[in-house]
């Protein structure tokens, strides 16, 4: 069983080499032992890491019903107790912010985390609408100490003067009414969009780590140079064709950019399809966003464009116009609803081309319009009465085959006016002033003080 040396061959480099391979085998195998060890520590450990995140999730569902029902039970009851745990729960305990906390793990959590902060988001949005019923309890009861955060809380003319009970019955309305539930519903299904991507979690890494074993089984019976040259030649390819493009993908997605596509022919199909969607969605809500501020007839900010101006703009440095045309019915009586169309059509283009693009010229109602003149100083007065003189002008031209319009217009000093909600009630006043004035002109509202 020797062999000699002239044949070649030596026993003793045959010995070495087979000792050589029974070891390596031999730590093949232990080494192999060690991660299996290893992945079961793994599997423990992402199976308790799981039930932390599902705790995390339902924990959050279950301060915002905490607070829900402390709400609740404060405008059906009034007692002063049910607020107090109300602000206990949402400044002090924090188990809402907690529950974000423990979802932000790493990178596998992020869309169980994305869905958990969006159900954070919808649950502080919906406590202005608690604060608001609250606020409505308080001053029901006539209660003098209560947290600084509500003293902020305005109510609303029409619920100022509503007596004490009407105040009660409205504030429970607020928090027991189907609106108020569908935005609850809006978060639990949001925490359970968040479950779910737990649950993927523990799949993936469940499979993830069961296909280790099997592959660990396999490097016990496999040469270890081959598999070492296997393990570094997966790991550059996969580093090279997938690992690194999906790193980069994350960054741009955060970005909210488009995905490069240099990776794996199936990466960069996938990259395509998201870059095709991202550009369809992006044109889709631009054109969403425009129109829903925006009056599809004349191009002016529609109303809810306009209650956005109003609730963001600068009341000491602007002025607000507010006009409407002097007999329009007439017009479309006389005349049609399609030239009714086009006179709209052509104040709205005289208006964009007499005021600055900073100005919003806005439509609220069929008629009736608003501009609001940003950034102006208090001697703009006759900047006003210049424009106005030539936007009527412009109405009794008739070269473009529409009838002669006239209009009556209300001018307010944002410095005039306490607050937003002020400013249209003294700017309508002034309007009208002028429409007792016999039409065809404008007024100043002046402030008495």
Known sequence: MFIKRAEGISHRKVHIVLIIIIVIFSGTVVFSTAKLTSTFMRITSASKQNSELRNAANELMSASDYLTEQVQRFTIDGEVKYMEE?????????????????????????????????????????????????????????????PELLKGVKLSLEDLVLPSDEKMRRATELVLSEEYYEQKDAIRREVQESLVEVNKISKNIEENELESLRHQM????????????????????????????????????KEDSPISENGSNEFNYLARAYNKMYEKNKSS??????????????????????????????????????????????????????????????????????????????????????????????MQRRLIE????????????????????????????????????????????????????????????????
Not at 296 to 306: D, K, V
């Open 218 to 253: 396999r490097i016990v019976r496999a040469a270890i140079v081959i598999q070492a040259a296997f393990i570094f030649f997966t790991l550059w390819l996969t580093s090279r064709l997938a690992i690194n493009p999906l790193f980069d993908a994350v960054d741009r997605i």
């Open 285 to 378: 809500f631009e054109r969403l966003n425009y129109k829903a501020s925006h009056d599809e007839l004349t191009g002016a900010y529609n109303r809810a464009g306009y209650d956005y101006l109003l609730a963001n703009i600068d009341l000491s440095s602007t002025y607000m116009m507010l006009f409407d045309v002097d007999n329009f019915k007439s017009i479309n009586d006389t005349y049609g609803h399609e030239t009714g169309d086009k006179v709209l059509i052509k104040i709205v283009n005289i208006l964009k081309s007499i005021f600055r693009d900073d100005d919003c010229i806005c439509r609220i109602g069929g008629d009736e319009f608003v501009i609001f003149i940003m950034h102006s100083s208090s």
């Open 386 to 449: 210049s424009k106005i003189s030539q936007i009527n002008t412009e109405l009794e031209n008739t070269d473009d085959g529409l009838p002669p319009v006239t209009i009556s217009i209300g001018i307010v000093n944002g410095k005039d006016v306490k607050d937003t909600e002020h400013i249209f009630e003294k700017t309508d006043a002034a309007m009208y002033e002028s429409k007792k004035s016999g039409k065809n002109t404008y007024t100043f509202y002046e402030n008495p003080s």
């Open 86 to 146: 109300y602000f206990t729960e949402a400044f002090e305990s924090q188990r809402r912010e907690a529950a974000i906390a423990k979802m932000d793990v790493d990178d596998r959590t992020d869309a169980a985390l994305t869905h958990l902060q969006t159900a954070m988001a919808e649950s502080v949005d919906l406590m202005d609408k608690e604060y608001y019923a609250m606020r409505l309890v308080i001053a029901a009861k006539g209660y003098a100490n209560y």
